[in-house]
């Protein structure tokens, strides 16, 4: 499999440590709000590499965090934590925030028919690794006590920036998003390990530490979470292009820090959805949900593949009528699987030229639009309807698009719109018949809707069908 490494900035074989297991990290949602279509993109297109890894034979362990605590508005640990701003938003408690909005984000994963990782795991639950981690780092001397704080102190790397040839402009960036210099750091680009001393007294979750009531940073529960669930060598870290700076850049400082070796193997990023006008954040108070997307009629599935028909290292706009062409091509498709004659019959040697092509898609740095292509070829080849299905429903595994499942729901409508009007016309027949003071044939008639599980009852207001 070749995958784009944003470490390397080159398209590698993807080779992982242990020979056939893949150990994959991806960071979670802040639990703060609803996730928005953007965050869903990250997610659709990771749940897309975990399983072209596993249909590629992998066995994979996926771990995930999700964030309710140490988030603070500005990601360069500044600001006031995003979890405490949505309760007070709410007038909750912070827990009630983070159980509510985790068990959103779960919903929107099973309607966009996004596996759970193996092992998903609040912030809140780590604090213990956290203290243990940043206490290491302070006696390797990666960190120091400032102002009530421990930062992590970047001039003892030898190379900080990995990613990207971020400098001094960046921080501008941040300067100019309001984010205030912290008097207390030695290099502008030092990071909190841990929090005792913030601008936000109210802060609701504090824990107890060796220096003092306090609370972690953002960026370490990800490192403590990774190497506590998957061990100090990773394979693939996965997030949205936004978390590599500064998010991901501080994750490695400490984490490699820590252990004294490389940590993470594959950097895979995935670029932003944007709408017209630009960035599509949840700071900014407007923004797309699925539920909304729901509301307005599309289904989920509409949107998981809108966005398999572009490839994750490109951004993409999001517009209604892109949604609505591609749910009128997912429709189309739909409809077309649903007409697969039930012809029967599959030799095993005429499917491997289509899931050579489709793995070679996905085994391309996941081009998804080639591996949805892939699936048009098969309904277009020679093959019998049996044959046709069996590919879709495998290919289907990595896809998710629920194809087989939505032809067969068309299937059943059309059966039972076709059922309907016979029913109605028996219905119809029966009264004529009783009209006409023909009760032989309107028993007969309801023999025969019995034996279709319908009654009829006789109202003043006419004939009710009820069905069984
Ligand atoms: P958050 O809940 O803000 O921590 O973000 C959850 C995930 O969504 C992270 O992996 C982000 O990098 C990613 N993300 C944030 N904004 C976007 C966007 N507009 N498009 C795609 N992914 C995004
Ligand atoms: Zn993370």
Redesign the pocket.
């Known amino acids: 499999m070749k995958l784009y490494n944003s470490l390397t900035r080159t398209k590698e074989d993807f080779v992982p440590r242990e020979e056939g297991k893949v150990k994959m990290y991806?960071?979670?949602?802040?639990?703060y709000h609803f996730?928005?279509v953007?965050?869903?993109?990250?997610?659709i297109m990771e749940d897309v590499l975990e399983k072209s890894l596993r249909y590629a034979g992998y066995d994979v362990t996926r771990c995930m965090n999700i964030?309710d605590v140490g988030?603070l508005t500005s990601d360069a640990d500044t600001g006031e934590d995003k979890m405490l701003k949505g309760a007070k938003r709410e007038h909750k408690t912070v827990m009630e925030i983070a159980k509510y909005y985790t068990d959103a984000f779960f919903a929107d994963c099973r309607k966009l028919n996004i596996r759970i990782p193996d092992l998903t795991v609040p912030a809140t639950s780590q604090i213990p690794e956290y203290i243990r981690l940043v206490s290491a780092l302070l006696e390797k001397g990666y960190a120091y006590i400032a102002g009530g704080n421990v930062y992590f102190d970047t001039s003892r790397l030898s190379q900080y920036y990995v990613f990207n040839r971020h400098d001094a402009e960046d921080l501008e960036t941040g300067v100019r998003e309001g984010v205030e210099e912290d008097e207390n750091k030695r290099n502008k680009i030092d990071f909190v390990l841990w929090f005792t001393k913030s601008k936000f007294e109210d802060q609701e979750l504090k824990w107890e530490s060796p220096w003092g009531l306090g609370y972690p940073g953002w960026h370490i529960e990800c490192s403590a979470i990774s190497m506590k669930y998957l061990g100090e060598y990773l394979d693939i870290h996965?997030?949205?292009?936004?978390?590599a700076f500064p998010h991901h850049t501080n994750e490695i400082a400490q984490s490699e820090a820590y252990l004294g070796h490389p940590w993470c193997h594959t950097w895979f990023h995935?670029?932003?959805?944007?709408t017209a006008g630009g960035?599509?954040?949840?700071s900014k108070g407007e923004f797309l949900t699925l539920s909304l997307l729901e509301e307005k009629g599309y289904d989920p599935m509409v949107y998981r593949f809108f966005c398999l028909q572009s490839h994750y290292r490109k951004a993409?706009v999001f517009s209604y009528e892109g949604l609505d062409n591609a749910k009128a091509a997912y429709e189309k498709l739909v409809a077309r699987i649903s007409q697969l004659p039930a012809d029967g019959g599959v030799r095993e040697e005429a499917l491997l030229p289509f899931r050579a092509s489709f793995r070679e898609a996905l085994e391309n740095d996941l081009n998804t639009s080639l591996a949805v292509t892939a699936l048009y070829d098969v309904l277009k080849a020679d093959l019998t309807g049996e044959e046709k299905r069996t590919l879709i429903g495998e290919f289907d595994e990595v896809l998710s698009l629920s194809l087989l499942e939505r032809a067969g729901e068309a299937l059943k409508k059309e059966k039972e719109e076709i059922g309907d009007e016979e029913i109605l016309r028996l219905v119809a027949e029966r009264a004529e018949a009783r009209r006409a003071k023909n009760f032989a044939r309107a028993d007969e008639i309801r023999d025969l809707l019995k034996n279709m599980n319908v009654t009829v009852e006789d109202t003043p207001d006419g004939p009710k069908i009820i069905r069984k």
């Open positions: 991806t960071c979670g949602p802040t639990v996730a928005h953007g965050n869903l993109r990250t997610y964030t988030h996965c997030g949205g292009i936004d978390n995935v670029l932003h959805l944007n960035k599509m954040s949840k993409l």
